[in-house]
């Protein structure tokens, strides 16, 4: 089915470690995005790239890198894992000035 | 304050009432999204407006751009109708969007 991929779906993290979030679309979806959700708060933008070989910083980029892979993918990065990193992030993907996003299905991390 | 404002913060309803979602922003934009997000589950674009008017199905949601207001409404509720509705605006040339909190609805059978 089309639309975007997300992996893993759900993640344990002792404080410090690292990892890789992975993220694909098959849209051809020039812009793409990874956010993150937590409680009482509205999805907030931790980086973004605009196009294939671009990626900027969001409200919220500290502790976090990101990879424009090619155009289908943009990975996110967590070089040392923090507890307050504990959240459910979303990778998404649009095309500016069509109509709508397409969001992944999350991925749960926990830091501990 | 928050740029994009939506109310009520949660809502029950019962099955088969109408029912209206509110938000308001603050900046100019340029372009308003609805979401939703079923319990534990991922996030489904609803609707793109920009001015006017939208339907699909039971939803329709309606903007104006000159009170910076949009409503989203559901019409003859059922109980799978309850998730989380997020407002979301877009502005300037890219599509970075900006999130309102997001509104809990529950229908009751």
């Known amino acids: 089915n089309a639309g975007v991929t997300q992996t893993p779906k759900f993640q344990v993290l002792k404080t410090g470690q690292s990892m890789t979030l992975q993220c694909a679309q098959d849209m051809n979806h020039n812009s793409m995005y990874w956010y993150r959700q937590d409680p009482g708060m509205g999805l907030r933008l931790i980086y973004y790239s605009a196009s294939e070989g671009t990626t900027d910083k969001g409200e919220v980029p500290n502790g976090y890198n990101v990879s424009r892979l090619n155009k289908r993918e943009f990975s996110l990065r967590l070089e040392s894992a923090a507890p307050s990193q504990t959240s459910v992030y979303f990778c998404?993907?649009?095309?500016?000035?069509?109509?709508?996003?397409?969001f992944g299905s999350g991925t749960r991390l926990t830091v501990v | 304050k928050n740029e994009v404002e939506q109310s009520p913060q949660n809502l029950t309803a019962q099955e088969g009432e109408f029912i209206t979602i509110n938000c308001s922003y603050s900046v100019g934009i340029s372009a308003l999204h609805w979401l939703q997000q079923h319990p534990g589950g991922g996030i489904v674009s609803l609707f793109m407006l920009s001015s006017g008017k939208k339907k699909h199905g039971r939803l329709i949601a309606t903007i104006n751009i000159q009170e910076k207001h949009s409503s989203l409404h559901i019409t003859a509720s059922h109980p799978r109708d309850s998730a989380v509705y997020i407002c979301?605006?877009?502005?300037?040339?890219?599509?970075?969007?900006?999130f309102g909190k997001g509104i809990t609805l529950s229908v009751r059978p």
């Open positions: 979301a605006v877009s502005t300037g040339a890219n599509s970075k969007l900006t």
């Open positions: 998404a993907s649009s095309e500016v000035k069509l109509y709508g996003y397409t």
